[in-house]
């Protein structure tokens, strides 16, 4: 079962690029890379996800090194409408859901 | 699409009373989970379906029951209640495990106090 671990809190201006990473040393085969985020008294939302090099859509990017031991979830701009928790999840995706952990996530504060 | 919808959103509930936390999704989707959240914490998995009839335990089961009857619905029972219980409870279903289409999509929660 792989293991994650974020940075507890981040703080930024609005306007700046963001990135956040996930350590995830133990991370097997066949697991991918998931982020959501979640807003107060909200379930979380589906952000990206990866297994490696690069994944990009038009909120975010995912850069997953050669070594998948790490992933960093860039937010380009961000405005205080991105205030708001991050989590990274590392799971296989063709078995057991039983295995999907999330962890603390990352809090993520925007001023202006 | 309504999407995942929960019922109720809050619930005071005495030691050892019983309730059952109801989900249902419109977006036939295969997968349904269960997770509770307590303060400042991050989500665990209390149980989840793969399709009507098929349930499995999660991280956290222990004091909570599921069933599958339909696509659609997924409730999560809640058998003499404990004040650890005390949790945010949030429903979700995504079509598959696959990469590409697992996506999960959340419900509001349910906000439980056991007093």
């Known amino acids: 079962l792989a293991k994650t671990t974020q940075p507890i809190s981040m703080d930024s201006y609005e306007g700046q690029e963001v990135n956040i990473t996930c350590s995830h040393n133990?991370?097997?085969?066949?697991?991918?890379i998931t982020w959501y985020q979640q807003f107060p008294s909200q379930g979380p939302r589906f952000i990206i996800q990866?297994?490696?090099t690069k994944v990009t859509n038009e909120v975010a990017s995912l850069f997953i090194p050669a070594d998948r031991k790490s992933s960093t979830l860039s937010l380009p701009r961000v405005s205080l409408s991105d205030t708001a928790v991050y989590y990274c999840?590392?799971?296989?995706?063709?078995?057991?859901?039983?295995?999907?952990?999330f962890g603390t996530g990352t809090r993520l504060q925007v001023t202006l | 699409n309504a999407g995942v919808t929960q019922t109720p959103k809050f619930r005071i509930l005495k030691i050892g009373q019983s309730m059952t936390l109801q989900c249902t999704q419109d977006m036939n989707h295969n997968y349904m989970y269960w997770y509770r959240q307590d303060p400042g914490m991050g989500l665990k998995l209390i149980y989840y379906?793969?399709?009507?009839?098929?349930?499995d335990k999660g991280e956290v089961p222990n004091g909570y029951n599921v069933s599958r009857s339909t696509t659609e619905d997924f409730p999560l029972r809640l058998e003499l209640a404990a004040p650890s219980q005390t949790s945010v409870y949030f429903c979700?279903?995504?079509?598959?495990?696959?990469?590409?289409?697992?996506?999960?999509?959340f419900g509001p929660g349910t906000r439980l106090t056991v007093l």
């Open positions: 990866g297994y490696k």
């Open positions: 379906s793969v399709g009507a009839g098929i349930t």
């Open positions: 979700a279903s995504s079509y598959s495990m696959v990469a590409g289409s697992n996506e999960q999509f």
């Open positions: 133990n991370i097997a085969t066949n697991d991918y």
């Open positions: 999840l590392v799971g296989p995706l063709t078995g057991t859901a039983s295995k999907l952990t």
